[in-house]
């Protein structure tokens, strides 16, 4: 079982150019996209956040559920859904402002367990800065690592939800020692301001910088660096394609039975660049078309 810890969110998508493009409600939140993504590449996976009983929320945990998704764990609330409203640019590219006062997410606290068979716990986004919840995710990270449990994080930066963007900084380093697998965006790494070796020395094994079209590159505790390029595809949009290379190296470390510190040291160069390519792919498709939509197993199958 592969545990999604974050906020579950409704992005509002612009239909059309212009700032009063008529606006699509669709599912989304960087935890919530690499759970449904999880759960069409076939891995068990359950959903662990707080989220409304309004509409929109009721329609999320339909998305979870149609992924096969485990939403038991899920806590509720009566506070309404946050919303993100994307922006989307001429390359695809999008960018988000948010409207997160008072939405049930942000209550979240941590559970006194995790379900029974847990084997990784994924982080990230916007749940580690709005507070109180992010104290409460940060809290349960702590405990997944020290029961030795594999967790990944992808801290997936929205500046303009960080008020005090150094002590967000210095906050993701005390991080970093709780971390097995750091993955994040080429973006995210200049506006952190550190580099992959100084992470690594950290606590991470592992770190994955994503590389927009140009590819995936990871480095390793042992000095070791693998890149490969990315997948050629007609960009719709890039929304949730990091959430998909997220869900696709936890589902490929699930096969390769590599969710574990010691695990994940040992893979090799073909272990690796088989992964990244994999995930490349998969971010690929989601980029293929409009909205969060990550590929199912089949469309990657070969």
Request: proline share 6%; net charge negative; charged share 15%.
């Amino acid at each position: 079982m592969i545990v999604v810890a974050g906020e579950a969110l409704i992005d509002l998508v612009p239909q059309g150019p212009g700032a009063l493009a008529s606006l699509r409600p669709a599912p989304g939140g960087g935890p919530y996209n690499t759970a449904v993504a999880l759960g069409r590449l076939g891995s068990p996976t359950a959903f662990c956040s707080r989220v409304s009983s309004d509409a929109f929320g009721e329609a999320l945990l339909d998305g979870l559920r149609g992924a096969g998704v485990d939403v038991s764990g899920v806590q509720r609330g009566a506070e309404p859904t946050t919303l993100a409203v994307a922006t989307v640019d001429a390359h695809g590219s999008a960018a988000y402002s948010f409207y997160v006062d008072g939405t049930a997410d942000r209550l979240f606290s941590a559970p006194a367990t995790l379900p029974a068979g847990t084997r990784a716990v994924s982080f990230g986004t916007c749940s580690l800065v709005l507070e109180p919840g992010a104290s409460a995710y940060e809290e349960l990270m702590r405990a997944a690592a020290g029961q030795g449990v594999f967790t990944a994080l992808d801290p997936n930066v929205r500046a303009g939800l960080i008020p005090d963007a150094d002590a967000y900084r210095a906050r993701f380093l005390t991080w970093l020692p709780s971390v097995t697998l750091l993955k994040l965006s080429e973006e995210d790494a200049r506006w952190l301001g550190g580099t992959p070796r100084e992470w690594l020395a950290a606590g991470p094994s592992a770190v994955v910088i994503t590389r927009g079209g140009d590819g995936l590159t990871v480095f390793t505790r042992d000095g070791a660096e693998y890149s490969v390029p990315g997948e050629k595809v007609d960009v719709v949009d890039t929304i949730g394609a990091g959430d998909t290379v997220n869900a696709a190296l936890l589902h490929g470390l699930a096969a390769q039975h590599a969710l574990s510190p010691t695990a994940l040291a040992g893979l090799d160069a073909d272990g690796w660049t088989g992964l990244l390519r994999f995930a490349a792919r998969a971010a690929a498709l989601t980029c293929s078309r409009a909205g969060a939509e990550p590929p199912y197993a089949h469309e990657l199958a070969g």
